[in-house]
């Protein structure tokens, strides 16, 4: 149970929690938790498998999520570098109702009759993450939304990126930062998401400045977008009409 507040005085904040601290013990016993069993060892931790997953309805539209194995919120550098990768990529437009012009969109774009929309996602959990990209186009582009968008994709993290890639994303990236630090509904999310290192998240100057440092170097970049690419195989999730939709050996052929 995670117990996190903004805008107010820290001390204030435990001494709420301390109203409702509880041993495991008061967790059976007390009514409305129903019948629970005390578990002495740890669960085993999270892995990243891969696989397809197929929804078929419907629907006009089909959603697909495409992605490799990430990094974890543990891993201090590799969640900064990858949050660089995720604003070469593009993570969707910053122009509310607009389709944005990141090159995934306009893979994706070049071969679809309908409009459509593509952008990046890069998530992290405590013992893995994905990094990967959403796409949402009409049933009868699928096929070729998905494959232009896998081949770019997959085309970047094989082939690199260039200096000038990684100093536009820089800044994209520090402006990011900073935005979302001055919005308290994003920083209690993160808070509340990833207490374990919401002291690291709400440290925006701290991070702007990591940014600058050579640890953060197109190499750098370049070496965890080759990993990803060659580590597990990818993750394939559809929902929608999948009449045309294409499944994982069809990527990888």
């Known amino acids: 149970i995670s117990l996190v507040g903004t805008g107010c005085n820290h001390q204030t ?3 709420l929690a301390d109203k409702f601290r509880f041993s ?3 967790c059976v016993y007390t009514p409305g938790f129903g019948n629970l069993k005390l578990i002495d060892s740890e669960p085993e931790p999270s892995k990243y498998k891969g696989g397809e997953l197929r929804r078929d309805t419907q629907s006009s539209l089909v959603h697909v999520a495409l992605a490799c194995e990430g990094v974890s919120s543990k891993d ?3 969640v900064l570098t990858s949050s660089l990768l995720n604003e070469i990529m ?10 944005g012009s990141n090159r995934l969109q306009r893979a994706a774009q070049a071969v679809a009759d309908a409009p459509c929309l593509v952008s990046s996602f890069n998530l992290h959990y405590t013992e893995a993450g994905l990094f990967g990209v959403h796409m949402m186009c009409d049933k009868n582009d699928a096929n070729k939304v998905v494959k232009a968008v896998w081949n770019e994709f997959s085309k970047v993290l094989k082939n690199g990126i260039s200096k000038d890639d990684l100093t536009t994303a820089k800044k994209k990236l520090q402006v990011n930062l900073q935005m979302t630090a001055e919005q308290s509904s994003d920083v209690f999310s993160k ?3 990833q207490p374990d290192i919401s ?3 709400t440290d925006v100057q701290s991070l702007v400045g990591q940014l600058e440092q050579a640890d953060y170097s197109h190499e750098s970049v370049n070496q965890l977008a080759k990993k990803m690419l060659s580590g597990k195989q990818p993750t394939l999730v559809s929902i929608g009409n999948l009449k045309s939709m294409p499944y994982i050996d069809d990527l990888r052929a």
């Open 13 to 15: 904040l435990v001494q």
């Open 24 to 26: 495991p013990l008061d």
């Open 76 to 78: 201090e550098k590799g």
């Open 90 to 99: 593009g993570k969707g437009p910053n122009i509310k109702w607009s389709s």
């Open 191 to 193: 808070m509340l998401t």
């Open 199 to 201: 002291d690291r998240i």
